[in-house]
């Protein structure tokens, strides 16, 4: 029994390569059922169902055939996931090949990919955000960073991260046409940008330890069961940065939408929980908000150079709204780091 597939990726995925790639972790496996799990960027995740293990493929740049990822930087996320799994954080084992590798290398069409085998996190994607479940991420990132300050990589990332957020912007700005009718609302989000990205320089976090970060702590990210953390995966975008951005990174998401009220409810449940298990400083947890600005920000940003580009209007009903609360929310919480200064 097999599921169909989603497109775009029905025409490299079939039984065929899903046997191949299974066979090369555990040869003898006999698979029931296996379904595209339809979310991912730079990957597709492919839930399989076997007599051995109920397991998850993860094919590498299956969207960009022309340039898959490194496989150094693969190894580098899954070692990571390893040593926090050996620790006893609820992240997903790691396979390795009959071979002892950590990934191997599958035909898709005319071309070879890299493949790695995670365990399958049961559960459900939060549909909303409770204290509860606030409290739960709160605390699985502190026992994961508190790790993280023992763990020395064993080899080196070839970029630094998805969340390079300054360089993130820069491309984003220098693929701009020089002239476009849009020049007022860019500026706009250009100057909260800004705002944020100037206290976290290079200098202004050179006297904070760096650790490895997940780098992408969101809802799509983890999995709950009855309430309960199940489990932390999508570990593509881990590097070394401050924990701060880790924690930014996860309050641009249960924040977003919320009042000034809500967010402060929020940001006092996260670190209150935080603290249970390691303590913070006011300047990990100001610079915590900054990282969330910028995710936010730049994020829109992001999607407006995009409509640009592509001849779109930004003057929708729907874009201005998008527009307008993502400029509401950074200057609330712009607000709350100038105050506390």
């Not at 496996?29 to 839930?47: D, L, Y």
Request: charged share 25%; net charge negative.
């Amino acid at each position: 029994m097999t599921f169909d597939p989603a497109k775009p990726f029905e025409k490299y995925i079939n039984d065929a390569v899903v046997r191949d790639a299974v066979s090369t972790f555990f040869p003898t496996a006999e698979i029931s059922a296996w379904r595209v799990i339809p979310k991912g960027w730079q990957n597709v995740s492919i839930h399989v169902v076997t007599d051995e293990e109920e397991v998850v493929l993860r094919f590498y740049s299956l969207e960009y055939l022309d340039a898959p990822r490194q496989q150094n930087d693969i190894i580098y996320g899954l070692e990571f996931m390893e040593y926090l799994y050996n620790h006893g954080i609820p992240v997903s084992k790691v396979f390795k090949t009959t071979g002892s590798e950590y990934v191997a290398t599958v035909r898709l069409g005319d071309d070879h990919h890299y493949v790695a085998m995670l365990s399958y996190i049961p559960g459900a994607e939060a549909s909303e955000y409770s204290d509860d479940l606030i409290k739960a991420v709160a605390r699985v990132q502190a026992r994961m960073h508190d790790l993280a300050e023992d763990y020395s990589p064993k080899r080196s990332l070839s970029t630094s991260g998805l969340f390079d957020l300054q360089a993130w912007f820069d491309s984003l700005k220098v693929s701009l046409p020089q002239e476009h009718q849009y020049q007022d609302t860019m500026a706009e989000l250009e100057e909260y940008i800004q705002a944020a990205l100037d206290r976290t320089t290079p200098e202004a976090l050179s006297d904070i330890p760096r650790i490895l970060i997940h780098g992408d702590m969101n809802r799509e990210n983890f999995r709950f069961v009855d309430g309960e953390l199940s489990g932390v995966f999508d570990f593509d975008d881990c590097h070394e940065s401050v924990r701060s951005e880790d924690i930014g990174v996860f309050l641009s998401d249960c924040l977003s939408g919320l009042s000034r009220d809500a967010m402060l409810q929020r940001i006092n449940t996260y670190f209150r929980a935080y603290r249970d298990i390691k303590e913070t400083t006011p300047t990990d947890c100001l610079l915590a908000l900054c990282f969330c600005v910028e995710k936010w920000v730049i994020t829109q940003y992001f999607f407006c150079v995009n409509d640009i580009l592509s001849g779109r209007p930004l003057d929708t009903p729907e874009n201005i709204e998008y527009i307008q609360t993502t400029i509401q929310q950074a200057r609330l919480l712009l607000d709350v780091i100038q105050s506390s200064d």
